[in-house]
């Protein structure tokens, strides 16, 4: 299994040793949503076919953050509650006001969510208490927050904060499209975005296009920056660096994986072979980036 995004925090203070996490997590599993609620926020097992909630190999741990939420469309309650708005009007000889229009959708939400379908999405996080790594498998921050959140109020006295480097990504992409190389164990793909700096924030992309440093220093010179760039990582991993610290897309390239005969080797040893890849990638962005910034 490998994590396809990575938002990257820094451990700051905290007990979150194995025995202690798993003590944490399990008071605050995952249940399904009762009849009339929309949405129930846990912890899972990484690994569904174990007890546990947290996943050891080596010094670094697996979690899984789970939310579950109910499927039940505006769309699906307008349409119901359209019905029931028509007859109103036809039995009152008159279209209903605002205040009924907003009970009627009430209550028709009451009635359907007890046969909504709920959908789970599970995020993991791998964390490093050694080097003080806490990694969660995510494109979106606003998610990334909500696991925080819950995870605050399941371990006492446990800090987090976002990486910081000492060089914006923005200002160093802006530079090594203009012509600056990067350090030597990245190369440059064939993805860019460069934005305007003003107001209307114009906007340039590079998709699966050679990058010309002649090409990408004329839109630089014209008032953009650079927001996003792609990039391989020691002829590894493949990645896209964005303006706010995040690497998405993330590919694993000719990477050797032992011959396992078991699910369970299998999964241990695809841990083992990415959290040993990332904890080389990860310091080498950070120096790429002018350092750490621990303020």
Known sequence: MWF???????????????????????KFALQECLS????????????????????VFGHHLLIAFAVEKKLLPAT????????????????????PG?????????????????????????????????EKWFVVDTANTNKADELLEVLFQCVN????????????????????????????????DRDCELQGMDD????????????????TTRHIKAGKKATKLAMTWNNKISFVLHD??????????????EDTE????????DFAIMTGELSRLLPDIVDALGGEDKG
Do not use: C
């Not at 990486?163 to 203009?178: N, V």
């Not at 706010?244 to 994986?257: C, E, G, S, V, Y």
């Not at 078991?262 to 040893?269: G, K």
């Open 36 to 55: 009339m609620e929309m949405q129930r926020r846990g912890w899972l097992q990484p690994r569904e076919e174990k007890e546990n909630f947290v996943h």
């Open 157 to 188: 006295n446990l800090t987090l904060a976002p990486l910081e480097t000492k060089t914006s990504p923005s200002a160093a992409m802006t530079r090594w499209l203009s012509g600056d190389e990067p350090p030597s164990v990245f190369t440059i």
């Open 262 to 269: 078991t699910t369970e080797e299998l999964f241990d040893s």
């Open 76 to 95: 699906v309650v307008n349409q119901h509650a359209k019905a029931r708005i028509v007859q109103m009007e036809q039995q009152q000889g008159y279209k």
């Open 98 to 130: 605002k205040k009924q229009i907003r009970d009627i959708k009430e209550s028709v939400l009451i009635e359907l969510l007890p046969r909504a379908f709920a959908q789970r999405h599970k995020t993991y996080v791998w964390i490093d208490p050694k």
């Open 244 to 257: 706010n610290l995040q690497l998405r897309r993330i590919a694993p390239l000719d990477i050797l994986k």
């Open 4 to 26: 396809k995004n990575l938002q990257v925090y820094r451990i700051t203070g905290g007990d979150i040793s194995p025995d202690l996490l798993e003590d944490a997590l399990s």
């Open 200 to 215: 209307e924030k114009a906007t340039v992309r590079y998709t699966h296009h050679v990058l010309d440093a002649a090409e």
